[in-house]
């Protein structure tokens, strides 16, 4: 008999895990809230270049034929029980739970931000955000850009510096740069988190007399003033504030209610993915608390570790990370480490940016698999030095 696996999310590891399971073994079915896949990083281009894309396409048609789809929303897990509830009052049990909840925007922790990114867009949440920022930014005729993340968890950390750049790309060719101001402000104390990559980011923006303010941690924005002030007393007067909101974990109540931190988040083993004290529960994607960035490729990764798991294959996550990174003017680089592995410190290059845009055009492909072992080549590649090895 085929043991039940319930997938809990529908973004790009839990389509990868649905159409990884061997359907004579297992009986799939996902629960997303969405019938609509979003691809996420297509935002960025949407806010900052105006592109004419569709990164949205049907769920349905990117599953496989045996995967059961249920349009629904999870409101409740009962681990005990082995039970998951949704919002149209469905009770599934499972043998298998994968939560690939994700995580979302949560403006209203900071006062003055829902009213905020409700005027400008952002460039992490929505669609129709994005394009709100990007008429933003046609707007701007000159003054201060402002530009940061208000909490020190977000989705794909490159994400708030490809905007600074693209911005000043942007303001370079409708020759506006002369009359405007850009500040990045950051919780952190330098640009970008991690310091090998940071040694290539610092640079550039001092390049380009882009300002930065560390340790800024946004405390509150005041709307009538233009102001956005921080916990530490600093303040910054903006004219288009763009600002990456904070994240939380999926709204989900869980019994026990221990298995998730005060973010929301589910509290995973960081090689097992099994969570808190599961050995049938496994967690991926955004929605885990796992010590490692937060984007589409972790969830991919993830992904493929807990499909051979279930298919009892010997596997293990080494937090590996592999971020694109626009650098704007042509050029990226990428953020590669792992758990085992210290960041590299890798030269921006043509090559670098057109992988990353060439990943937007077979995303798609990859959410079925038939891309696995070019991936699997590419990882095994690129892979970086081990702080063991060598070790005894």
């Known amino acids: 008999m085929a043991a039940r696996v319930v997938i809990a ?5 839990a389509t990868i895990l649905a159409n990884a399971l061997d359907h004579r073994r297992f009986e799939v079915t996902m629960v997303s ?3 609509e896949h979003l691809f996420q990083p297509a935002l960025l281009y949407i806010a900052f270049k105006g592109a004419p894309v569709n990164p949205v396409r049907d769920q349905r048609k990117l599953l496989a034929k045996k995967v059961a789809l249920l349009h629904d929303r999870v409101t409740r897990v009962d681990l005990p029980r082995q039970r998951v509830e949704t919002a149209s009052g469905e009770n599934l049990d499972y043998d298998y739970l994968v939560l690939a909840t994700g995580m979302g925007t949560d403006p209203a922790q900071i006062p003055g931000l829902a009213e905020i990114s409700a005027r400008f867009g952002d460039y992490h949440s929505t669609v129709a955000q994005a394009r709100k920022l990007w008429q933003s930014l046609q707007a701007f005729g000159g003054g201060t850009i402002v530009l940061g993340q208000s909490s020190p968890i977000c989705k ?6 490809e905007g600074i750049l693209l911005a000043d790309e942007l303001l370079r060719a409708r020759h506006l740069r002369q009359r405007s101001r850009l500040v990045f402000f950051t919780p952190y104390p330098r640009p970008y988190p991690a310091a090998p990559i940071n040694e290539l980011v610092e640079p550039i923006l001092a390049d380009r007399g882009i300002e930065v303010m560390r340790f800024f941690d946004v405390d509150r924005i005041d709307a009538a003033s233009s102001t956005i002030h921080s916990i530490e007393g600093d303040e910054v007067h903006f ?5 990456v909101p904070p994240f939380v974990g999926a709204d989900i109540a869980y019994e026990p209610p221990d298995v998730v931190d005060p973010d929301r988040f589910v509290i995973t083993d960081q090689r097992t993915l099994r969570v808190k004290g599961m050995d049938n529960v ?3 994607g955004d929605g885990a608390n796992l010590p490692t960035s937060k984007a589409g490729v972790g969830a991919h990764l993830e992904a493929g570790v807990v499909a051979r798991t279930l298919q009892g294959r010997p596997a293990s996550f080494n937090g590996r990370t592999n971020c694109p990174f626009d650098l704007a003017g042509g050029r990226g680089t990428f953020v590669i480490g792992s758990y085992d592995a210290p960041v590299v410190k890798l030269r921006p290059s043509r090559l670098h940016h057109a992988m990353k845009m060439l990943f937007g055009r077979i995303y798609w492909l990859s959410l079925r698999g038939w891309l696995e072992p070019a991936f699997r080549l590419y990882f095994g590649i690129t892979a970086p030095p081990s702080r063991r090895a060598g070790a005894p």
């Open 9 to 13: 999310g529908g973004g790009s590891g």
């Open 33 to 35: 809230a969405s019938l």
């Open 156 to 161: 794909c950390p490159p994400s708030p510096i």
């Open 239 to 243: 004219d288009l504030p763009i600002i």
């Open 282 to 284: 496994f967690a991926i």
